[in-house]
């Protein structure tokens, strides 16, 4: 019988539907024994979970609960299968990203500000703010109190399970979507990503949804920002090193463009970094993906995953096979 690990810090319940033919064990951060398991589920916060690891014995395959696993590989060693989540974080992380467009192009962070000072005439700052922000300096009338998603230029910066669903929830605006990934593919149309450089000036907005690797590391850097054009929106739902966080930082401030970030480097962001404070920004701590649905979704994957790997089926989710 599998002795399948699992951390303590979720209900029990969870893993009700697992395979009989496995023996559920649950993991605490705070170990003060080895224990001995065929399968490891990890808690969700690596923290929590690289003080569980030393006190592992015998694991072969690591079935994580979120679709990074940037920190596993060196953890656990290459003679362990690893397999992600992928398909778990699509909904939540693809409305966050849609939401987060939508609050930045209808300028709710400055009608918040707004609606904290109670002061109704204020709202004439948006005017100001839409011709700073996209050089569109035309006497429209009526004065401009935010913008439109239809009909806008999206790059998609990353085509996977997540960069689909973010195009599904896009498509009711009727966006030019223009999709990037590691190589090129046909139905539908998706650049490859040594084209980034010469489709980022003609997009409206970027969406960075791609994992964190060697290859992707400061993907976007002084030279793309330069690239963008003036009042370009950059939404990152995906990982922080994707973008270099200086060049993030001197291009907010310049006016150039605007951004909405769900995940930063360094991370967790430092208090009195100088992201906290940056014009045109839309910050939130890396929740895109905490729903409530989101733990039944990825144990589902993960018991899913589990079955297979029983029956001997090749494994849907590895993205590292034992040596």
């Not at 030393?54 to 290459?78: F, K, N």
């Not at 922080?240 to 060049?247: H, K, L, M, Q, S």
Request: charged share 20%.
């Amino acid at each position: 019988m599998l002795r399948v690990g699992y951390p303590a810090t979720l209900a029990a319940e969870l893993f009700s539907r697992f395979p009989r033919e496995v023996e559920l064990i649950a993991l605490s951060d705070k170990l003060d024994r080895d224990v001995e398991i065929d399968v490891w589920i990890p808690d969700p916060y690596p923290t929590r979970a690289l003080r569980t690891w030393p006190h592992l014995r015998g694991v072969q395959l690591v079935l994580a609960l979120m679709a990074g696993t940037e920190w596993i590989p060196a953890t656990v060693g290459p003679h362990v299968t690893i397999c992600n989540a992928r398909g778990a974080h699509n909904i939540s992380t693809a409305e966050w990203t849609l939401a987060a467009i939508l609050a930045m192009l209808k300028y709710h962070p400055l009608y918040h500000d707004i609606q904290r000072a109670g002061v109704w005439k204020r709202r004439f700052e948006a005017t100001a703010y839409y011709t700073r922000i996209t050089g569109d300096a035309r006497p429209l009338a009526p004065p401009v109190m935010l913008e439109e998603l239809t009909g806008k230029n999206v790059l998609l910066v990353g085509y996977g399970a997540i960069g689909k669903e973010i195009e599904r929830m896009l498509s009711p605006f009727n966006v030019n979507m223009v999709r990037i990934a590691r190589r090129a593919r046909t139905e539908p149309l998706v650049h490859p990503v040594s084209e980034l450089d010469n489709l980022l000036p003609h997009a409206e907005v970027v969406v960075l949804i791609l994992p964190a690797t060697a290859e992707t590391s400061q993907l976007i850097g002084p030279r793309q920002f330069a690239l963008m054009s003036q009042g370009t929106l950059l939404v990152n739902s995906a990982r922080g090193p994707i973008v270099d966080t200086n060049a993030l930082v001197d291009a907010l401030h310049t006016g150039r463009i605007r951004a909405a970030l769900d995940v930063t480097d360094p991370e967790p962001l430092p208090e009195g970094h100088p992201l906290w404070s940056c014009p045109n920004l839309l910050l939130t701590p890396h929740v895109a993906g905490s729903s409530p649905q989101f733990a039944p979704r990825a144990v589902k994957v993960a018991a899913d995953e589990l079955r297979r790997y029983i029956a001997g089926e090749p494994l849907k989710n590895a993205v590292q096979i034992a040596i």
